[in-house]
């Protein structure tokens, strides 16, 4: 979901339901020599289990691991607590105590795939060929550069636009017809503002690592990069004609057309408030913010729609899971085989959407999208089938995906945001801002903190 460990969740989505994890792991690996005991029987330590705390999505997962291990009597679930803590990750590798399984951000797998910290599944992902239709840019996080394979992704988001729908109409435009470029979310702001009564037409971050965060989206979306690597060093990429078109709009936005509203220095939550209490017109954020402001401020899901980023790239993100270096064939097996039937098995996707049919749970968000072809039919019809949620006010933002392409965070990306968070602060509070002053005085700061990349 929200593609990063400090930054607070966006929303809660059915697949982050069932994923939103503790922080210690139960102690004890398991044996890596051989695969199975004498039985045949192998046993694969996973983590991804719920906190006893969240009684009903734990006994969700206890249950899916009955249904599993009935239907797979040679293979057994070691259920754990606990995601990949970079932190303590070498120390529970080295020690033995790192799951067979573990789980990852997209952030994760390419430094863990460098330094040799996570086994190469390709020879056994052969005998489970329905993976093939896993959509192929998720897939690739999980590669080297020679195209071998590290994991699997079972959760994927990128930001778009959020949208009061109501505010829309009331403001002369058309709810399903939200803007396509930078210039038009800011005509469409500047009418929505124009409203009075205290709404804002467009509301942005710029606190606690968040307005860095979607800084970086802007930039992708202007065709630019945050941090590119050169050779075998990463620098930065921001203090560019991109970086310079974001910060430039946003300023004209604040201080020209003053549709961002008096009130900076926002985060989620003060955004979301606005946002329910149909006060804001947009702002960015993925499909699991609409959820969030529903259930919060007890609205109505008829009133959000939602529209891709403008421009041609967005920040996404997502999870997934990958394999201890220690692991046996065997156990890379049983593992991929559990990873397919839990979480990728679209033959499965009926029966799991129906089991949340009837609960608070939102059915029919655009994301998570793993699939491609036949698979990604399999579950959109399902979807369609079960929805609880008005599926046409996302349409916007379906039609447009296969325009906008989806980049991952850089390296070290929350030190980074940190930084970018006072230039989106100077822009947003200062009138007399000089962006490329603030743009060469990050990329100093940015270039010490990815010198230290590994």
């Not at 190469?120 to 897939?139: C, G, H, M, S, Y």
């Not at 020679?146 to 709810?175: E, M, Q, W």
């Not at 036949?374 to 006010?393: E, F, I, S």
């Amino acid at each position: 979901m929200d593609g990063s460990r400090t930054r607070p969740a966006l929303g809660v989505t059915a697949l982050a339901i069932s994923l939103v994890l503790g922080v210690t792991a139960c102690g004890g690996g398991s044996s890596h020599s051989s695969g199975a005991d004498k039985n045949g029987v192998v046993t694969i330590s996973v983590n991804g289990l719920p906190p006893a705390t969240q009684t009903v999505d734990r006994k969700n997962f206890e249950d899916d691991i009955k249904a599993f291990e009935a239907s797979h009597p040679k293979i057994r679930i070691d259920a754990r607590e606990g995601l990949m803590d970079p932190k303590t990750f070498a120390a529970k590798l080295a020690g033995g105590q790192l799951e067979d399984v573990y789980y990852v951000y997209f952030t994760d797998p390419a430094g863990l795939i460098q330094r040799h910290q996570a086994a190469d599944i390709t020879a056994q992902l052969k005998d489970f060929p329905a993976l093939n239709d896993v959509r192929p840019e998720l897939q690739s996080v999980f590669k080297d550069a020679g195209g071998k394979v590290y994991g699997l992704p079972t959760g994927n988001y990128s930001l778009g636009l959020v949208y009061n729908r109501a505010l829309f109409t009331k403001a002369g435009l058309d709810p399903d017809k939200p803007p396509t470029t930078w210039d038009e979310v800011r005509a469409d702001a500047k009418k929505i503002s124009a409203l009075g009564d205290g709404t804002t037409g467009y509301a942005e971050f710029s606190k606690n690592n968040q307005g860095g965060w979607h800084l970086t989206s802007w930039i992708y979306s202007e065709g630019g990069d945050v941090a590119v690597k050169d050779g075998g060093a990463w620098k930065a990429a921001f203090n560019s004609d991109a970086g310079r078109k974001a910060l430039q709009t946003l300023h004209d936005m604040r201080w020209t057309d003053r549709s961002m509203g008096t009130r900076q220095l926002l985060e989620i939550p003060d955004v979301q408030k606005m946002m329910g209490a149909g006060k804001l017109g947009m702002y960015m954020a993925g499909p699991d913010n609409i959820p969030t402001i529903v259930k919060q401020f007890e609205r109505k899901y008829d009133d959000y729609g939602l529209a891709a980023l403008p421009g041609t790239a967005t920040l996404g993100g997502g999870d997934g899971f990958m394999f201890n270096p220690k692991d046996s064939p065997a156990k890379i097996k049983a593992g991929l085989t559990w990873i397919q039937w839990k979480y990728l098995d679209p033959d499965r996707e009926e029966e799991i959407t129906k089991k949340s049919a009837g609960t608070d749970i939102p059915i029919g968000l655009p994301q998570p999208n793993l699939w491609s072809g036949a698979g990604q039919a399999k579950v959109d019809a399902a979807h369609k089938k079960y929805a609880n949620v008005p599926q046409k006010n996302y349409q916007p933002f379906v039609d447009r995906s296969g325009e906008v392409a989806v980049k991952v965070e850089p390296p070290n990306a929350q030190q980074i945001y940190t930084v970018l968070d006072g230039v989106m602060q100077a822009v947003l509070t200062k009138k007399d801002a000089n962006i490329d002053q603030l743009l060469s005085d990050a990329e100093k700061k940015v270039n010490t903190i990815l010198a230290t990349v590994k």
